[in-house]
């Protein structure tokens, strides 16, 4: 999932985007409300997380930017201002939930997640396909009741093509919700994370769960080869 951070405070938009990733999501950072907008209307991003108090555009004003654009992703706020003035114009504005600092960063790894599960129809928290199980609150990777280590990447792709089970999804897709804005589109780094993908959760002799489109894409589905 790609998330888009908006922080003025540098220091601490680096720490938070180091936890973010550490937890498998690909960051992108704005450090005013001016960038954000650019980057809003330049990528599609799965969740906004969004300081009140930034320079050139505010919070807010990101906030209702966004709304009157018609992007409806969903917006996390975050504000040092414990105010119900504040919190109540925060949400006026159009963001989906709040969250004041100072925050422990295991809460708001939950509000994020708890908004990456909203959508057309709400998504649940453990996603299955054939004997595949994925636990995206712990993060936690098992197939045929084993356990199954992945890199924080690794699992970014399972998650997102899990979310998009029975669907073929281009490389242009992975690459814009599992990866950031820096990513090569002519590299061959989907393929080689595909590839690491097939080794951990398809071992020999079980059903070949993730399938190759060529010129299209991947799909993950429980009716694959074994």
């Known amino acids: 999932m790609r998330l888009l951070l908006v922080?003025?405070?540098?220091?601490?938009?680096?720490?938070?985007?180091?936890?973010?990733?550490?937890?498998?999501?690909?960051?992108?950072?704005a450090y005013d409300g001016e960038e954000a907008v650019r980057k809003l209307h330049a990528s599609p991003y799965d969740a906004v997380i969004l300081d009140i108090m930034l320079p050139a555009l505010d919070g807010i004003s990101v906030c209702r930017h966004m709304r009157a654009s018609g992007l409806a992703t969903p917006v996390l706020m975050l504000t040092a201002l414990d105010q119900v003035g504040h919190r109540i114009a925060g949400l006026d504005s159009g963001a989906d939930d709040y969250l004041t600092k100072p925050f422990d960063f295991g809460e708001l790894l939950a509000r994020v997640r708890a908004l990456l599960r909203r959508g057309p129809a709400l998504q649940d928290a453990v996603l299955t396909v054939a004997d595949l199980v994925v636990d995206t609150r712990q993060r936690a990777v098992r197939r045929n009741g084993q356990r199954i280590e992945l890199?924080?990447?690794?699992?970014?792709?399972?998650?997102?093509?899990?979310?998009?089970q029975g669907e073929v999804v281009g490389r242009a897709d992975i690459s814009e919700h599992v990866w950031e804005e820096n990513y090569d589109p002519f590299s061959n780094?989907?393929?080689?994370?595909?590839?690491?993908?097939?080794?951990?959760i398809e071992p020999p002799g079980s059903a070949r769960l993730i399938q190759t489109r060529r010129g299209e894409g991947y799909r993950i589905s429980p009716h694959g080869d074994v």
């Open 7 to 29: 922080e003025d405070e540098i220091d601490a938009a680096r720490m938070l985007a180091r936890g973010l990733r550490d937890h498998a999501y690909a960051v992108d950072t």
């Open 151 to 164: 890199t924080a990447k690794e699992y970014a792709l399972l998650e997102y093509l899990m979310r998009r």
């Open 189 to 200: 780094l989907i393929e080689v994370y595909v590839q690491r993908l097939r080794r951990k």
